[in-house]
């Protein structure tokens, strides 16, 4: 499908903000409107459309037992990786939990090597080994992929510290979600981070629900965007792609002037927790079909589409069944890749794997280190 760009695909759309809510800042540091263009508006559409078209392959692969082991869904979400990756640069470090295929996808995997990846596949992004939770990319400063609740918080902040201290202009985001918000480790690391003044963003992924438990039953303090005390924090619609790319990028200068800042981003997934979760037992399938109709974040920029002609619906199912093609395209291939070959289980242990001792399967299919 090709769509002739003319001049007005650069022309400004105004965009009105929904209102923020702050804690220890003023509504006026923070824009009521931003701009964008045809073209931009596209490039979220497709972005986001393939994000969400590789979730449900995902979900499709689980249930056909072709991805085992845990696998956690961020359909629904997509606006905030999307508004991430507009306001971030690949110099700017971003570290998350176990809902992080859409990052790996922005911060330069295909959908082809994050689906092997899921299948155990050796055109995986990492050779099939790591599996769903397990992302990572140096190359773009992307860290993973964690599979403990609230681990990534303190090593964000470490990789905060690591930028100040070699005085980079860069900051690192630190995701998680309601659930870890409750994480002691949370609250030690985000001291060190006020005391040092590091660019750190904590950007908390509100989706109400840790695992089945709402955040009403989990959290004395819903305010989520207040638990940094004296760090400031603001709160926003996190499936609206504006509001989320404006904040960051004001989030950012604030870090890199003044030190830490949370976020709160308000979302809903989809899916439950992980797939081992119907996702309707705590919660409704008309509180889930509501929030389909009424804040999804893709049909929110479908709409501005719509509104400015930037396209019409025919154009945009074009684009839809573009994305849909990619992935069945990347699915297809990652179900004959191969499998890792049994030598895969003793390589990448460490940097230089011939000077370490790695035990094998059987003792003498051992790796020893070369002095020996």
């Not at 800042?25 to 701009?35: M, R, V």
């Not at 599996?131 to 599979?147: D, E, I, L, R, V």
């Not at 950007?203 to 400031?232: C, H, Q, W």
Request: charged fraction near 20%; glycine fraction near 6%.
């Amino acid at each position: 499908m090709i769509f002739r760009i003319s001049r007005s695909c650069f022309s400004s759309i105004s965009v009105k903000l929904p209102p923020f809510k702050v804690h220890h800042l003023e509504l006026d540091q923070l824009p009521q409107t931003t701009t964008t263009t045809s073209a931009e508006l596209l490039a979220y559409y497709k972005s986001m459309q393939l994000q969400r078209r590789m979730e449900i392959a995902c979900d499709n692969l689980y249930k056909q037992r072709l991805i085992r082991g845990f696998l956690h869904l961020a359909d629904g979400q997509e606006s905030i990786y999307e508004g991430l990756h507009a306001a971030l640069t690949f110099d700017d470090c971003v570290i998350t939990a176990y809902r992080d295929h859409c990052i790996a996808l922005l911060r330069g995997d295909t959908p082809h090597q994050i689906i092997a990846e899921m299948m155990a596949k050796q055109t995986g992004s990492t050779k099939g080994k790591g599996g769903s939770m397990h992302y990572y990319k140096k190359a773009t400063n992307f860290y993973g992929g964690h599979g403990i609740v609230g681990a990534q918080i303190p090593l964000g902040t470490g990789l905060a510290f690591a930028q100040k201290y070699n005085k980079k202009p860069n900051v690192t985001l630190i995701m998680f979600g309601d659930g870890a918000a409750n994480q002691g480790q949370l609250y030690e690391a985000a001291n060190m981070a006020q005391l040092w003044h590091l660019p750190a963003i904590y950007f908390i992924e509100n989706n109400l629900f840790g695992m089945g438990t709402s955040i009403d039953r989990a959290s004395a303090n819903t305010k989520f965007y207040t638990r940094g005390d004296v760090i400031p924090g603001i709160q926003i619609d996190g499936n609206n792609v504006f509001q989320v790319r404006e904040t960051l990028k004001f989030a950012k200068k604030h870090c890199l002037d003044k030190g830490p800042i949370f976020i709160e981003a308000m979302t809903y997934r989809y899916h439950g927790h992980s797939m081992s979760d119907p996702g309707v037992t705590y919660r409704t399938r008309e509180e889930v079909q509501q929030q389909r109709k009424t804040r999804d974040c893709i049909n929110y920029v479908k709409n501005i589409i719509l509104e400015n002609k930037v396209a019409d619906e025919h154009q945009l199912e074009e684009i839809d069944n573009t994305a849909q093609n990619e992935i069945d395209i990347a699915v297809e291939q990652a179900k004959v890749d191969p499998v890792p070959p049994s030598t895969e289980l003793t390589t990448d242990v460490y940097v230089d794997n011939q000077n370490h001792f790695i035990r094998g399967i059987l003792y003498k299919d051992s790796i020893l280190p070369k002095s020996q």
